[in-house]
């Protein structure tokens, strides 16, 4: 069993894709471990995507992050870095595969619905940035 971190990003709770996308998480058979709502300062987005600090979109990406509120959850499954970041979609939704969250709920690149980690390694990191392990149901 693998965890990873994901966010639905402002642009996917202001569109209402919050009922949608965690369907899919149902669907998709993730266990959900921990899962809440909040608004990030912009504080807390630069240190959130501090591996990115060097990246031009790096700027931006805080303020968009930081524009409104996100929902993050921690999620468990078989290969689940992996399952969900296929299940996304690639970075740019105008790439994204059919049927992909990012094709079906994304707005542009940078307001792309969601986050997935890219690590079984960054996912702990990332669900311990949000999470006190009694908030976390295994
Ligand atoms: P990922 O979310 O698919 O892993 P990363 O390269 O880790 O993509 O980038 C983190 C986030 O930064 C993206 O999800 C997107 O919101 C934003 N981003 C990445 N590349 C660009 C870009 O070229 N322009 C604007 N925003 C970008
Ligand atoms: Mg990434």
């Not at 959900?32 to 990115?52: C, D, P, Q």
């Not at 994204?96 to 960054?122: C, F, M, P, Q, W």
Request: with cysteine; charged share 30%.
């Amino acid at each position: 069993m693998e965890k990873t971190l994901i966010i639905l990003k402002p642009d996917a709770v202001k569109n209402k894709h919050i009922g949608h996308i965690v369907s899919r998480i149902e669907q998709e058979n993730f266990t959900i471990l921990g899962i809440k709502y909040l608004w990030m300062k912009r504080s807390e987005a630069k240190k959130f995507y501090a591996v990115h600090k060097e990246r031009p979109f790096y700027k931006d990406l805080c303020k968009y992050m930081s524009s409104g509120p996100v929902v993050v959850a921690a999620l468990k499954a078989p290969g689940a870095v992996a399952k969900w970041r296929e299940l996304i979609g690639a970075t740019d939704p105008a790439q994204a595969a059919e049927g992909t969250i990012r094709k079906l709920y994304a707005e542009s690149k940078e307001a792309n619905a969601v986050h997935g980690s890219d690590s079984a390694e960054n996912a702990e990191t990332e669900i311990h940035f949000f999470f006190k392990k009694k908030e976390l149901i295994d």
